[in-house]
């Protein structure tokens, strides 16, 4: 059967099917709606959107959604339903939609790694079905960040089999009648319809508290910045954040190290604040469209705290994890490296911002047998100090203060490295560079000491950070005669896998692509010479032919950062 | 496998295939108290002992991972990449049913009904097709 054929199946099961709805069975729905103020979106969409005397519009007011599901929406609108609308003012409703029909702190929060896009390991716990039933086609991410009305979540299954057919096949209905001693004869789509309603309601007590006291979110000023970038290790620095002429935008001025290599960074960006705490910014190095990276963060209660996650890369596949904290004044932010190995002297160096210089080796303490010798250099952002750990220091992290501060993070005095943890431990990339963009993956390592037990991935692990590596490749050998290892691509000395040309390949068997699976390995080398490995599963895989993220525009191979320099 | 001989052709090669380096049986790659990496279990120690995170799991099956895609899987059944439909430009106008279709392809009943349209033979064209951007 062709896949054409299995649409024009699925096409006919949608118009028979269309004579049952199972929605006008149930009790009828009377939540009320949020009535629609804006005029330009009353007139840009009120040929299809009816409004009532109320104010409420079809489907817009009974359902509420992140800035990109509704960037998303408008989109589909577009390109589908003929919807005419300006870039200005397309922003403009996205803007006040997300404000007026967004979602709360506390709704977004576990769904937060949709709009982060992070590729991550995540089941939806609540209901294994309905995670079937939805992640057939895509992330439950998109699902658990909106919330609707029952009438709403129904239109959306029926709007979902208007449009894919396939949608009934690959996991809306079973296939074929109930088993005979089944308890619940319901198809998979209406379970999830029942179960969304419930979980996901249009009215909540977060979104009526949230939306009852929003603000225009107060954030200019000097913020401390401490982030991580997977690959290259943690950085520390500044953002100034200065208020725009209209409220909830903002630019920045963002400034930060490498700790591990001292590089340094200045970018200037810019950001609007969505639904009160919804940061959405992009900044660039110079000016330079090929550094952009795109800014997802939430501005934590109590105005203190941003944190999120920045990227580029064709799939978002780049770009560090970030908090910013408010400093107005001393701020400690963490320690470069996290460990030493005991009988052993380093520079270890505390990051902060406005931190008191002048200080000598009585004002940093790094706890029970870990001598300071001597303060090398001293600054308000850093202060480096010379430290030995005594042979006999007891293994285990210790709290460090500075000039009486505690400093986040423990500097942990370990014997030996024991295991090499690669991360992540199951990566992906995609072939791309000949019709489309490569997907790179980006691998590290951090080491770690057994402990006191001795045994390995236990309670008293001691975590001692990201360590240099050799990476290499080897073979994941599933079949007899694998040589996936000769196609894939390679990996560099920084971890980061840059995958092979997409397209059919002549000299592998039956023409196949480059794609494959291999173990991405990290080898240790200690001072005595001895070595420990560790390694992730890696696979290669082809390209994605359709993209959904609604900030994309056409991007082809060349035209977007590719980190390959460094 | 000590105690099993091989009797015919394939139980021969998986025998000879276990032994090969680089054969998919995870071994332990370092001794008790990060010493330098040893092959197999030394006299006396709990294989319990050597495990090794990352090396003790098999392969890692990314479906029901946060960005999925469909109708199209990045591995096949076992975790791996050897059952999927291969080259994927074969598979994108008709769909074989013995393999895994690895492709999230565009719907051409309503985005992008000409995807396909500059295309004739996608092995041979493929550099004609289109990324979507609905």
Redesign the interface.
């Known amino acids: 059967?062709?896949?054409?054929s299995i649409?024009a199946t699925g096409a006919l099961a949608f118009s028979l099917l269309l004579a049952t709805p199972t929605a006008a069975q149930e009790a009828a729905d009377t939540t009320t709606g949020i009535p629609v103020t804006n005029q330009m979106l009353i007139e840009s969409c009120d040929r299809c959107h009816a409004v009532d005397e109320d104010g409420m519009m079809t489907r817009i007011s009974y359902m509420r959604k992140t800035p990109e599901g509704w960037q998303q929406s408008i989109?589909?609108m577009v390109?589908?339903n003929e919807a005419e609308l300006e870039p200005e003012a397309a922003r403009d409703i996205v803007r006040y939609l997300s404000d007026n029909h967004g979602i709360a702190p506390e709704e977004l929060r576990p769904g937060r790694?949709?709009v982060e896009r992070?590729?991550?390991?995540?089941?939806y716990e609540a209901d294994s079905d309905v995670?079937n039933t939805c992640?057939?086609?895509?992330?439950?991410?998109r699902v658990i960040t909106q919330r609707r009305t029952r009438e709403e979540w129904n239109l959306l299954m029926a709007t979902h089999r208007g449009?894919?057919?396939?949608s009934d096949t690959?996991g809306f209905r079973r296939n074929g009648p109930p088993a005979p001693d089944a308890t619940d004869t319901r198809h998979p789509m209406d379970k999830a319809v029942a179960h969304l309603t419930g979980e996901f309601p249009l009215t909540t007590d977060e979104w009526t508290s949230w939306s009852a006291t929003m603000r225009p979110p107060r954030l200019a000023g000097t913020w401390a910045l401490k982030g991580h970038d997977p690959g290259r290790g943690p950085i520390y620095g500044t953002a100034e954040i200065a208020a725009a002429a209209d409220d909830g935008n903002f630019a920045t001025e963002l400034q930060y190290t490498y700790a591990r290599d001292g590089e340094q960074v200045a970018r200037s960006g810019q950001a609007i604040v969505y639904t009160g705490y919804q940061w959405r910014g992009r900044s660039f190095e110079g000016g330079s469209e090929e550094t952009a990276l795109r800014e997802v963060m939430m501005v934590e209660r109590g105005w203190n705290e941003i944190n999120g996650r920045w990227f580029a890369g064709a799939y978002d596949e780049f770009g560090p994890d970030v908090t910013l904290v408010r400093a107005d004044g001393p701020v400690v932010l963490g320690l470069h490296p996290v460990s030493l190995r005991s009988g052993s002297t380093a520079t270890v160096t505390v990051h902060g911002a406005n931190l008191p210089t002048g200080l000598g080796v009585g004002d940093v303490d790094f706890g029970p047998g870990v001598e300071v010798v001597r303060v090398i250099e001293g600054g308000s952002q850093a202060l480096s100090a010379e430290v030995a750990a005594s042979e006999d220091a007891a293994p285990g992290g210790r709290d460090v203060f500075l000039s009486g501060r505690p400093v986040p993070g423990r500097l942990t005095v370990y014997d030996?490295?024991?295991?090499i943890?690669?991360t992540p431990?199951?990566g992906?990339a995609r072939l791309g560079g000949?019709?489309?963009p490569k997907g790179y993956a980006q691998f590290e390592a951090t080491a770690f000491?057994?402990g006191p037990d001795?045994?390995?991935?236990t309670g008293d692990d001691l975590d001692l950070g990201f360590v240099d590596v050799a990476w290499s490749v080897?073979?994941?050998?599933?079949?007899?005669d694998?040589d996936?290892i000769e196609y894939v691509g390679s990996l560099d000395d920084n971890g980061l896998f840059q995958p092979a040309v997409?397209?059919?390949?002549p000299d592998r068997i039956?023409?196949?692509?480059n794609?494959?699976?291999v173990w991405v390995v990290a080898t240790w080398s200690?001072p005595g010479?001895?070595?420990?490995?560790?390694?992730?599963?890696l696979?290669?895989?082809?390209?994605?032919?359709?993209?959904?993220e609604p900030w994309?525009?056409?991007?082809?191979p060349g035209r977007f950062p590719r980190r390959t320099d460094r | 496998m000590d105690h099993l001989k091989a009797i015919n052709r394939k139980a021969q090669?998986i025998q000879e295939?276990v032994g090969a380096p680089?054969?998919?049986v995870p071994v332990p790659?370092?001794g008790?108290?990060?010493?330098?990496?040893a092959s197999g279990v030394p006299p006396g120690a709990d294989p319990g002992?050597m495990?090794?995170?990352?090396?003790e799991?098999g392969?890692?099956i990314?479906l029901?991972?946060?960005?999925?895609?469909?109708?199209?899987w990045?591995?096949d059944s076992?975790?791996?990449?050897?059952g999927?439909c291969?080259?994927?430009?074969?598979d994108l106008?008709?769909?074989h049913?013995a393999c895994f279709w690895?492709?999230?392809?565009?719907?051409?009943?309503?985005?992008?009904p000409d995807w396909t349209g500059k295309c004739a033979a996608a092995?041979k064209d493929?550099?004609k097709?289109d990324?979507?951007?609905?």
């Not at chain 1, 059967?1 to 054409?4: A, D, F, K, N, V």
């Not at chain 1, 010479?529 to 599963?537: D, M």
């Not at chain 2, 008790?32 to 990496?37: E, F, K, L, R, Y």
């Not at chain 2, 495990?51 to 090396?55: A, C, K, Y």
Request: charge should be negative; hydrophobic fraction near 35%; glycine fraction near 12%.
């Open positions: 059967m062709t896949r054409q649409h989109r589909r390109t589908l790694f949709e992070r590729l991550i390991d995540w089941s995670e992640s057939q086609c895509h992330s439950m991410g449009y894919y057919p396939l690959q030996t490295v024991d295991r943890a690669v431990e199951a992906m000949g019709n489309f000491s057994n001795g045994k390995p991935d080897e073979e994941y050998s599933a079949v007899f694998d996936d997409d397209g059919p390949n039956g023409q196949r692509n794609v494959g699976d200690g010479g001895e070595e420990v490995r560790g390694r992730a599963h696979i290669v895989t082809v390209p994605l032919y359709m993209r959904w994309r525009v056409q991007e082809l | 090669r295939h680089g054969a998919a790659e370092v008790p108290g990060g010493g330098p990496a002992d495990d090794v995170v990352g090396l799991s392969p890692h990314p029901g991972c946060s960005l999925v895609f469909a109708p199209g990045e591995v076992t975790g791996g990449t050897a999927l291969q080259p994927v430009e074969r106008f008709d769909c049913l690895p492709a999230h392809v565009p719907d051409q009943l309503n985005h992008a092995q493929w550099r097709i990324l979507i951007f609905p």
